[in-house]
């Protein structure tokens, strides 16, 4: 109640935009901010103005009504929308402390100020002070004065303390408060809130005070304020239309002095017919006539453009998430076009920036073959060519599991080693439940595999690690972890058995641990080199295990010489390695272990595809060098050939400026780099949150750039989130072209916003990336149908329409304009005012509507085959301002004709009875059906697949063209609206005449026959990539499927399968750290430094970022 | 099967039309259908143009004009006096019968009947028979709406204003009898116009539905004494007026003035012999530097005379042709795809 006075906002969020009976205004206001419509009430108005009016009103006012209310019920049905995703956040329940007792309140009844319990993987109803321990890997801590208050109702009911803290703002990633209790003051800082949209886990509850409700809330603070993205067709448009205004002005200014000109010469003494109006004189009336021009020629002016551009950017979304080429059935999830606006954009990529987890790989790492004692055991068969294989495809191969169950004793120890040798956390929440914690996702799958061998890792203490060997329990003394580091790249465990035996077991790398091996392993060593080199060659991940017996006062005095070491104060990293590498040496070699980061299906294939596709990939990844740069080889974006393996890494600037130099007298023609791997690994210091990256710093973006766009292939490794957003934008910046971003996790969102198109990895555990993501499917190798089926598709069809569409308002608007040269200046319409109106929204609606949902050149198989069809997109060669031009004078020519061919002919002419045809209404008529004709065949020519619903549509549109303009002229029409119908008669008058279907004919063969010409004569002379593939579409069968070719690496290259970055054996064997395991609750890892969420990203997702309307979908 | 399908709810239809796999014709321009289909339409023109040219040649126009410009001219004396009914004749000599029917027209040239204006003042719902538009005439008809003693001007308006008011007598003289040359005024106007658009009040006599309202200013006789001869070719439905409120799209057009009524010796048409037009002057083009003609032509399947389409066909379709050929070299010396 104390805070009810302060009147915080409450947890109600509100993103809907009106209710009911402010829909109709403020929509209204909303559509008119926007220029057509101004432009259109504009019109309106002066239509309104008899002087000027050349156009009944109706005209304008039909196509503003429609655009309007399509405009408005698509803004109603999305509030709507908006509307009940507010309802279903605000309902939801949550725990709230209220009177001594937990009561199950809505969302919206929460209170600044309210205690509240929350649950595991439930989500954050608003912003609060975290009361309870939550660990992960973006820990979350409790004040200690709280955290002793645990889940006890009375004490937290009895909890009386005051925050204060910085008012709401946007900023995820800062906090400021403080908390005072009894007196003392106690800091908060982010590190003790939980955001709105967090997910908690790892623990099963915990209790928060409530700091920010609804709209103070970070992330409410945070939507809203997405970027609207446009597409480039969208610009250009934008840019077109300011130039059909000035293009709109000179003409009418033309028409202008051409009437005074008139006026001067002929209407000055026609007046004895046709009287001035009374006050107007010659000038003034002369400036009148420009605002009648501007009003008839409005077609000009692309009104319903807009309106139908987003009707067929729906279309071609709907055609995405419908597409079950799209559709991943394991998890149930078709591919969903989240933006709409967007789609032609797809197909005019030229930059891939991918995440590497989760969205090249499954980061699924599976213990997939080994060598043991220099036999190697392992799946044979190579499934990599099927398809349809499983990917959850395991080890199967019995004989080693007989082998360990016979008691082999190398195999044994194999297993033994496996299910010590590691630094992996145990949690057991249930008796027999066992779940595994572990810095990498490689440790974990070999203790797994060594689990399933019956050599169970169970649980460990600082000192003791309890193994289950083949169903009976071991307990091992732990004397001593040699942990690993990226010099080392090995690590080892020191352990007294039972019987007390004392055994060295270390696991790293083949090159370092073959240096330390006991000479008698010679022969064994060269078996497991070569089994290695398979697995190398398979791109699987290895490690060589081997172990050494150790003499108990060797070890008495080696450790005595650790402690010292481990506790020096001078040289202690130097000392420790000295006597790590004392200790590790004459090993006995026990064998090899390979482990697969799974890929995705379908990577190397589709990145193959793309790479043809003349897209650039470029791998941002949080990794190390080595881990990203063994994906780029498994997926194929590195290959053997590729020799000039380019890497950039320094720590400071200096050092990038002059890394890029390796050789150090380059050529300034530098040879093109086959492929370069940019790293920004910097040393690590964590107190330091503002990782500088050099390479991005102002004055080395272009060189980091040039020298990028140089590779065929970029990866750049270590690079933070901040930092994924920054490479995307440099090269949006600097290369103007279209970027697309990929990526599944929360580290993703920030370059996933950045790029022009960003794409999610949906299906997974985390929906961060989906969310504010633009296009989202379930795998990676979905993005080459996505881009070169669909993207390309909608950037033809996109491009067809523009094109066609300007067209089409050209020729009907300069009709009018060389109509003006024999009207006098007048602004007299050469077309019935019926047929302006209909022109755009029902004559020529549908058939074009018809093209651009349903054209494509060649099908889906063909476009697969031939990725080189997508170039075209990338230079946007389709619909440029040359291609515009183009348009203009297409459309200029078919006016001309369309005009001068029926004036021509109808000079003088009569019907074949003798009366009357060139009166206005006749010839209106004329020329209406012979533009209708032209740009209805223009569009059959420029369609390339015709449909049952092409075909529908033309002929429909065809017929009511003559059904409704006999209808208008009809009789019962005039009889019922008189003046609205004055043409009455003239399609009967002028239709049952040769000599008007001859016309006819005439100019729209003369219209089209040159296209015809012009374009047979390019196919033959210059064809183009289409022409080419659909030629051989129509001559040659579809080749099937292409082999999918077993993807081997003939190569030594190998990667180790560690995490790369420094382990945490310390913290294993620190006693702290350990000291919570007896209170049972969820296994704990202090804040450690920044690698491990390099490593293991899709951990922690913060949903706080994404925009609105992103949140309610989720929601 | 309830858990099956649960599994895959949100698996998309595997429709033709969801798949985009919706069967198609895809036709592409081949040499085998573009340049046959260049030939035949080429042919096919030519073909069409010689019809049509061979049709034109085969009408007969006579084209007088009677603007009076020059000194020697017929009318120039009519056309520079200001008197009413001036009377002025045109002579002309047919060596041979001219093929009936034979429609006699009047033209007009540099009169812009076109001019947004002019063609909007007018008023439907009068010209309709509307009585309550008699009396409040549309405000588009502005000037022509009310006199100068506000009494509302039926018909109203600058078309109707302006109705061509110049007269034609036709005589034929044959060995020296002078003979007149029957001329029928009926039904040279559009039926929907004489039917449908234009009525006069259902009000007897006609006269009557007048009252309280004054004749354009430039007419000398009010609309229901147009024609004194025929009762019923009175008011908004006489056929001149109907002919001259359908205005014309072009500012040089012709009207029909009458039809050579074909009865007697005008049987066939025209025959060979000495005629004169007797014209009653009255319309002013001069000031605006139009000119006035008469015309007699008859007609064909597609109408009068018009040698413009025959040629555009000969021409177009020839460059078919020509434009076949052109392609046919282009496709031989080049034919892609095989160069790959």
């Known amino acids: 109640t104390f805070n009810l006075s302060f009147r915080y906002a409450n947890n109600a969020i509100k993103t809907s935009k009106y209710n009911i009976f402010t829909f109709l205004p403020l929509n209204l206001f909303e559509q008119f901010k926007r220029l057509a419509n101004a432009y259109f009430l504009f019109l309106l108005i002066l239509e309104l103005i008899p002087q000027i009016s050349s156009l009944s009103w109706i005209t304008t006012g039909f196509a503003l009504i429609v655009v309007l209310s399509i405009t408005g019920v698509k803004d109603a049905i999305d509030d709507i929308n908006r509307h009940k995703c507010d309802r279903q956040v605000n309902n939801r329940k949550v725990d709230v402390l209220m009177d001594g007792q937990l009561k199950n309140e809505k969302w919206m009844n929460v209170q600044v100020g309210d205690i509240v319990k929350l649950g595991n993987n439930e989500f954050e109803a608003s912003e609060r002070n975290s009361v309870q321990k939550e660990t992960n890997l973006k820990v979350k801590q409790a004040l ?612 022009h198109i960003g794409v999610g990895i949906s299906g997974q555990e985390g929906m961060q990336a989906v969310l504010s993501s633009d296009y989202s499917f379930a795998q990676f190798r979905y993005l080459q149908r996505l881009l070169l089926v669909h993207g390309r598709w909608s950037y033809i069809r996109m491009c067809k329409f523009l094109g066609y569409f300007f067209y089409k308002n050209f020729t009907f608007t300069l009709v009018q304009f060389w109509y003006a040269f024999f009207c006098g200046f007048s602004a007299q319409t050469v077309y019935d005012e019926w047929f302006i109106t209909f022109y755009n929204m029902v004559y020529t609606a549908l058939p074009v509507l018809g093209m651009c949902l349903f054209d494509q050149d060649v099908n889906d198989r063909w476009s697969l085959q031939h990725p080189e069809l997508y170039a075209p997109g990338q230079k946007n060669q389709y619909f440029n301002k040359k291609a515009f031009v183009s348009y203009l004078i297409h459309g200029c020519y078919c006016s001309l004709i369309i005009f001068f061919i029926p004036w021509a002919s109808m000079n003088d002419a009569v019907r074949n009875d003798g009366k009357d045809i060139v009166s206005h209404p006749s010839f209106a008529f004329l020329l209406q059906t012979c533009l209708l004709a032209v740009v209805h065949t223009q569009l059959c020519v420029d369609t390339y697949y015709w449909t049952a619903v092409n075909h529908f549509f033309v002929l429909l549109s065809t017929i009511g063209y003559f059904a409704i303009s006999v209808t208008m002229y009809s009789n019962g029409m005039f009889y019922v609206f008189t003046s609205s119908f004055p043409l009455i008669g003239a399609a009967r008058n002028t239709l049952n005449q040769p000599i008007v279907w001859l016309t006819i004919f005439l100019t729209f063969l003369l219209c089209i026959l040159p296209v015809v010409a012009i374009r047979f004569i390019f196919i033959q002379l210059r064809p183009t990539i289409n022409d080419k593939v659909r030629y051989k579409m129509r001559t040659e069968e579809l080749p099937g499927p292409a082999p999918r070719h077993l993807l081997r690496r003939r190569s030594t290259r190998s990667g180790y399968a560690f995490s790369h970055s420094q382990g945490y054996g310390d913290l294993v064997t620190s006693r702290k750290f350990l000291m919570k395991r007896s209170t049972k609750r969820a296994p704990l890892f202090t804040q450690t430094d920044s690698s491990i969420f390099q490593n293991q990203p899709q951990h922690y997702r913060t949903i706080a970022e994404e925009a609105e309307e992103s949140q309610s979908h989720k929601l | 099967m309830v858990k099956q399908e649960s599994e895959s709810a949100n698996r998309p239809d595997n429709t033709a039309f969801t798949q985009q796999r919706l069967p198609a014709w895809q036709p592409i321009l081949s040499a085998g259908i573009v340049i046959p289909g260049f030939v035949l339409i080429g042919l096919a023109f030519i073909g069409i143009g010689v019809a049509l040219l061979v049709t034109s040649r085969s009408i007969q126009v006579l084209e007088l004009d009677y603007t009076g410009d020059g000194n020697g001219s017929p009318c120039s004396s009519c056309s520079q006096s200001t008197t009413v009914n001036c009377k002025c004749s045109l002579n002309f000599t047919l060596d041979t019968l001219f093929q009936g029917p034979v429609f006699f027209y009047y033209g007009l040239s540099n009169y812009f009947q076109n001019y947004r204006r002019y063609g909007a003042s007018k008023d439907d719902n009068q010209l309709y028979g509307d009585l309550s538009y008699f009396t409040s005439p549309s405000s588009s008809c502005s000037p022509y709406d009310y006199d100068g003693s506000k009494n509302p001007i039926v018909p109203c308006g600058s078309i109707a204003n302006s109705m061509f008011n110049d007269t034609f007598t036709l005589t034929r003289t044959v060995s020296g009898k002078t003979d007149s040359v029957p001329l029928d005024g009926k039904g040279i106007a559009w039926w929907t116009d004489y039917n449908v658009k234009y009525r006069n009040p259902s009000v007897t006599p006609l006269k009557n539905a007048f009252n309280g309202t004054v004749k354009p200013i430039d007419w000398a006789k009010p609309a229901y004494e147009l024609d004194t001869s025929d009762a019923s070719n009175n008011g908004f439905v006489n056929q001149d007026f109907l002919v001259w409120m359908r205005r014309a799209a072009l500012p040089n057009f012709r009207k029909l003035y009458r039809r050579i009524d074909a009865s007697g010796d005008y049987q066939n048409g025209l025959p060979a012999g000495n005629y004169t037009i007797d014209i009653t002057y009255n319309y002013p083009v001069r000031v605006f530097n139009g000119a006035k003609k008469v015309v007699f032509s008859n007609v064909s399947w597609m109408g009068g005379k018009n040698e413009f389409l025959g040629i555009a066909y000969l021409v177009i379709g020839s460059l078919c042709v020509v434009m076949s050929v052109v392609m046919l070299i282009v496709y031989a010396k080049f034919k892609f795809p095989d160069e790959e």
């Not at chain 1, 008691?407 to 080693?417: I, K, S, Y």
């Not at chain 1, 010489?561 to 104060?569: F, I, K, L, T, Y």
């Not at chain 1, 390695?577 to 090899?592: R, S």
């Open chain 1, 144 to 755: 200690t004065v709280t955290g002793e208050l645990g889940d006890n109702i009375e004490a937290l009911a009895a909890f009386n303390g005051e925050v204060r803290c910085e008012p709401p703002n946007n900023r995820l990633d800062k906090f400021k408060g403080t908390l005072t209790v009894n007196g003392e003051r106690y800091a908060l800082d982010n590190d003790k809130v939980l955001l709105r949209g967090c997910t908690l886990r790892n623990t099963e509850w915990c209790f928060g005070l409530v700091i920010f409700g609804g709209p103070d809330s970070k992330l409410i603070q945070n939507s809203g304020k997405s970027m609207f993205k446009r597409t480039s067709i969208d610009h250009l448009t934008n840019i077109l239309v300011l130039c059909i205004f000035g293009f709109l002005a000179s003409m009418c200014s033309i028409l202008t002095i051409g009437n005074a000109i008139w006026e001067r010469n002929e209407g000055s003494v026609f007046t004895m017919f046709l009287p001035r109006e009374p006050g107007i004189d010659a000038p003034l009336a002369s400036f009148l006539i420009f605002w009648s021009y501007v009003i008839v020629l409005n077609a000009l002016i692309p009104s319903s453009l807009y309106v139908s551009v987003e009707f067929i950017r729906l279309g071609n979304s709907f055609f995405i998430d419908w597409d079950r080429k799209m559709y991943y059935p394991k998890n149930d999830t078709p591919a969903q076009a989240r933006t709409t606006t967007l789609n032609e954009e797809l197909g005019q990529i030229k930059y891939i920036f991918s995440d590497k987890t989760g969205t090249l790989t499954q980061n699924i790492m599976t213990f997939n073959k080994c060598s043991i004692n220099g036999k190697a055991y392992g799946e044979q068969v190579d499934f990599s060519w099927n398809n349809l294989a499983d990917p959850k495809y395991n080890f199967h191969d019995h004989s080693l599991v007989e082998m360990v169950r016979s008691g082999n004793p190398e195999t044994q120890e194999f297993f033994r080693l496996l299910s010590l040798c590691h630094t992996v956390m145990p949690e057991e929440k249930k008796e027999g439940e066992l779940s595994y914690q572990a810095q990498s996702p490689d440790e974990g799958a070999l203790v797994t595999a060594a689990r399933n061998f019956g050599f169970v890792f169970r649980s460990r203490t600082p000192e003791t690690i309890t193994v289950v060997e083949m169903g009976r329990q071991v307990i091992y003394e732990l004397l001593a972890i040699l942990d690993f580091n990226n010099m080392r790249k090995r690590m080892s465990v020191i352990v007294r058995s039972p019987e007390g035996k004392l055994t060295l077991y270390c696991k790293g790398a083949d090159t370092v641990i073959f240096e330390r091996l006991h000479p008698s392993c010679n022969k064994l060593m060269e078996v497991t080199t070569d089994h290695l080199n398979e697995y190398a060659g398979d791109g699987l991940r290895t490690l060589v295990l081997a172990y050494k017996d150790l003499n108990e006062n060797y070890m008495i005095d080696w450790k005595q010489r650790h402690h010292e070491a481990s506790v020096a104060m001078e040289g202690r990293e130097e000392k420790l390695d000295e006597l790590y590498e004392e200790i590790e040496k004459d090993m006995m070699l026990l064998g090899a272990t390979a482990v697969e980061d799974k890929l995705q299906d379908g990577v190397p294939q589709t990145i193959e595809q793309l790479a043809k596709a003349d897209i650039k990939i470029w791998v941002l990844t949080g990794d190390k060098q080595e881990t990203a740069e063994n994906i780029g080889y498994s997926c194929n974006m590195l290959r053997e050939e590729m020799k000039d393996v380019f890497v950039v890494s320094a720590n400071t600037a200096e050092g990038v400026k002059e890394d890029p130099h390796p050789q150090g007298a380059r050529p300034p023609l530098w040879e093109p780099l086959h492929y370069g791997v940019l790293t920004d690994d910097l040393t690590p210091i964590p107190s330091s949150l503002h990782h500088q990256a050099f390479a991005l710093e102002k004055n080395l973006r272009l060189e980091l750039l040039r020298t990028a766009c140089m590779c065929q292939t970029v990866i750049c490794c270590r690079v933070t989130p901040l930092q994924k957003a920054q490479v995307v934008q440099l090269v949006k910046k600097y290369k103007q072209a279209v970027t697309l971003a990929i990526g599944d996790g929360a580290n993703d969102v920030s370059m996933i916003k950045a790029a």
